[in-house]
């Protein structure tokens, strides 16, 4: 009998082939594809802000590939008004990790760059271009207000505010000018854009200007603003030229003491003292002056006389209650300190009277006065914008009312004053005259 052996794994069906039905624990790893390409585009917008001039500004921008695999730029184009591309050709390959750089070039406008590409997350990517052109800075003069009367012989500060786009204040250059004066100043702004100029009146030529402040920045841009003033005229006797005033009767300037003297107290004197330098118009003037009417036994006074240039025939009038003004064409405000019946003074009492063409008879305007001949000087302020008339007294207002009579014409101003039987000292010190070339 034949017998044949077998094992366990034999009979449980091995196949002889060692290499089939055995599993190991090893997982096979699929073959690796590779990635997508991925643009990216720096900047990603070029805005260039105000710009001086239209001379083109060139920029460089890189595409950049983040991918694994060759990025193509299929097409590159702008749109808008502006900007304009550099040289370049597509399709454009781009290798993973790689970059290429390209250019544009603006003047002014806004447009967009357009880049196509194989990325398919971003098949179209858009950059953002702008650029503007500078704006012209801007300024405005604050004050003074336009058509403002500047008044004489003092300092009006002229305030402005200026700005621009590109170019600090405080850089820019700055410009004042009158167009009857010419160049004024060369003037700086704070950073805040604040500009300020003194204007001195007594510098400046008397009636209307335009004042223009010109504003550069550094483009070279111009803007300017303007105002239309009225500079009144005015002196002062301390700055006065004694020579071009006229003394005539008892009149004289003390030099020891700095004030004209019309008369001292003696009797029967007549003294006019009249600034001759220029003349004013006898309805548009403002005169303040200081006064002193005591010494003496009380009489007469003393006046502020505009004299009408064109009828004239001397600078003196009569003595006694005419103070000094009495025949003397033009108009007179008297201060009288002795009742003269004869003159028909409207009270024995110290007294303002407003008199025209030299005529004491006939009184336009009167006021009554407290003491005058109290041993003190008194301050005394006369405005005439005809027909208005105010007076003044020591800051007190006496007379303040229209008033009929002829104010038109050219006249020196000037005082006088005058003793009788009794007597003062008539004293004038401190003059100041506005002499009104402007529509108040």
């Known amino acids: 009998m034949l017998l044949l052996a077998c094992s366990e794994y034999d009979l449980q069906g091995k196949p002889d082939d060692p290499d089939e039905g055995d599993e190991t624990d090893e997982e096979t790893e699929p073959t690796e594809e590779p990635g997508d390409p991925d643009l990216t585009v720096a900047p990603s917008a070029i805005e260039l802000g105000a710009r001086c001039g239209v001379a083109p500004e060139e920029h460089t921008l890189s595409l950049e590939n983040r991918g694994e695999s060759t990025l193509v730029i299929t097409d590159l184009s702008i749109s808008g008004d502006g900007w304009t591309l550099g040289a370049f050709s597509v399709p454009l390959s781009i290798p993973p990790r790689g970059k290429e750089l390209i250019s544009v070039s603006g003047t002014v406008g806004s447009a967009v760059l357009v880049v196509r590409s194989n990325d398919p997350d971003s098949p179209v990517v858009e950059v953002p271009l702008s650029a503007s052109a500078d704006a012209p800075p801007t300024v405005t003069i604050a004050t003074p207000l336009d058509g403002a009367v500047l008044p004489g012989a003092t300092v009006t500060r002229f ?4 700005a621009d786009d590109v170019t600090a204040s405080e850089v820019m250059e700055l410009t004042w000018s ?104 006898a309805d548009n003037v403002l005169i303040e002056f200081s006064f002193y009417v005591s010494g003496g036994s009380g009489a007469d006074g003393i006046s502020v006389t505009a004299l009408d240039t064109t009828r004239m025939t001397g600078f003196v009038g009569s003595a006694g209650g005419g103070i000094g003004y009495l025949g003397l064409p033009g108009w007179s405000i008297e201060v009288d300190t002795w009742h ?91 003059l100041e005259v506005t002499r009104y070339v402007c529509d108040g």
């Open 159 to 162: 305030e402005a505010q200026v």
């Open 178 to 281: 009158s167009d009857v004066d010419g160049g004024l100043s060369v003037a700086s702004a704070l950073p805040s854009g604040q500009v300020a100029y003194a204007w001195d009146g007594g510098a400046r030529t008397a009636g209307s200007h335009t004042v223009t402040l010109s504003v550069t920045d550094s483009c070279g841009q111009t803007t300017t603003d303007s105002v239309s003033v009225c500079q009144d005229q005015g002196y002062s006797a301390d700055s006065l030229d004694l020579s071009t005033w006229h003394f005539e009767g008892s009149a004289r300037y003390d030099t020891a003491s700095g004030w004209v003297e019309l008369t001292s107290a003696s009797n029967d004197q007549s003294g006019t003292a009249f600034q001759t330098a220029g003349v004013v118009s």
């Open 340 to 430: 003269n019946g004869e003159y028909n003074d409207p009270t024995a009492n110290d007294h303002l009277s407003l008199i025209f063409d030299g005529y004491p008879y006939t009184i336009a305007a009167w006021a009554e006065l407290p003491e005058m001949e109290d041993g003190a000087w008194h301050l005394m302020s006369v405005s005439v914008v005809a027909p208005r008339v105010t007076v003044s007294v020591d800051g007190i207002t006496y007379i303040d009312q229209d008033v009929s009579g002829n104010f038109s014409f050219p006249a020196y101003v000037g005082f006088t004053a005058a003793t009788g039987g009794a007597t003062n000292y008539h004293l004038i010190d401190a």
